[in-house]
């Protein structure tokens, strides 16, 4: 990897950590989720750096996905489980870190063994090591504490301006087995549930990414495109741009390019049974003697 390449890296996933950290202190009962993402989107920026996807502000039951629209009034409850999942990109070079707190105070031990976890997995990365070996031991630990995995989300690795490239980090054993090779860039994201164990979409989606650049004859959607180009393959929300376009006119004008598959749809992804979720990640560029974790 490339000395400027590799700095970058390094320095989205220092941001990215600081970001975490600091935004810790946001969640609290009666706080809106709309400042809090607003509120993590500025720091980043003011840092330095460049908001690499949405920040996802997710409750309970709501995996992932959940971006907060432009008018969003939804606040914390005082026993909410509140995940955060943030991406930080310098020069497109990105850092993906995320973290789950309870203010229930029901489910430490889930949020326990999730962390526990992701560490058992940080210290199996190796060039050369399996992925199916990776995923078994996030499946052990979560399920040894009697929670379960959520087997269809899954790690990923990251590449300049790609957020989900190459190969898959799966949170369970799974019958592949595709393997590390030094100098990969890798986000490691497992995922425990009280539920089944799997997501599902619902028929909201507030992010969405560029999938082809195509003609349009909407003066909006020419707007929009040539904001979201400058992206290239990183996610964008749709509250973003609600002060350049008329937000009843700015659905209309997403679902189009959704349709003519300019445009895709992330929707907001919800635990099949509706468990409880947790989520924690960090990014880690693979090298000879293990890894680096960039997110620390």
């Known amino acids: 990897m490339e000395e400027a390449e590799l700095e970058a890296y390094r320095k989205a996933g220092k941001i990215a950590s600081e970001v975490r950290e600091w935004s810790r202190e946001l969640l609290k009962k009666d706080a809106r989720l709309l400042d809090i993402a607003d509120g993590i989107e500025t720091k980043i920026k003011d840092l330095g750096a460049e908001v690499a996807f949405p920040v996802n502000t997710c409750l309970n039951d709501v995996a992932a996905h959940y971006a907060p629209k432009y008018n969003d009034e939804t606040v914390i409850q005082e026993n909410d489980v509140v995940t955060i999942d943030l991406g930080v990109h310098v020069d497109g070079y990105i850092a993906d870190t995320a973290y789950t707190i309870d203010l229930s105070g029901d489910y430490e031990e889930m949020l326990k063994a999730n962390e526990e976890a992701l560490e058992k997995a940080i210290s199996l990365i190796e060039p050369g090591a399996s992925v199916s070996d990776i995923g078994a031991a996030v499946q052990e630990t979560i399920q040894g504490s009697g929670y379960k995995p959520i087997e269809n989300l899954t790690g990923h690795e990251v590449k300049q301006y790609d957020l989900h490239a190459g190969i898959s980090i799966p949170n369970i054993k799974v019958p592949y087995d595709w393997r590390l090779e030094e100098d990969m860039v890798i986000a490691i994201e ?107």
Request: proline content about 5%; aromatic content about 6%.
């Open 190 to 296: 497992p995922f425990a549930t009280t539920g089944y164990g799997r997501v599902i979409e619902s028929k909201q989606a507030e992010i969405f990414s560029l999938k082809e650049m195509k003609p349009t004859r909407m003066r909006e959607a020419r707007i929009l495109l040539n904001e979201v180009e400058k992206r290239k393959k990183l996610p964008f929300a749709e509250r973003w741009f609600a002060k350049k376009i008329n937000p009843m006119r700015l659905s209309l004008v997403l679902r189009n390019l959704v349709s003519e598959e300019t445009l895709k749809a992330h929707p907001i992804l919800h635990e099949r049974e509706k468990g409880i979720v947790s989520q924690f990640e960090h990014t880690m560029i693979v090298t000879a003697e293990g890894c680096e974790v960039t997110t620390r």
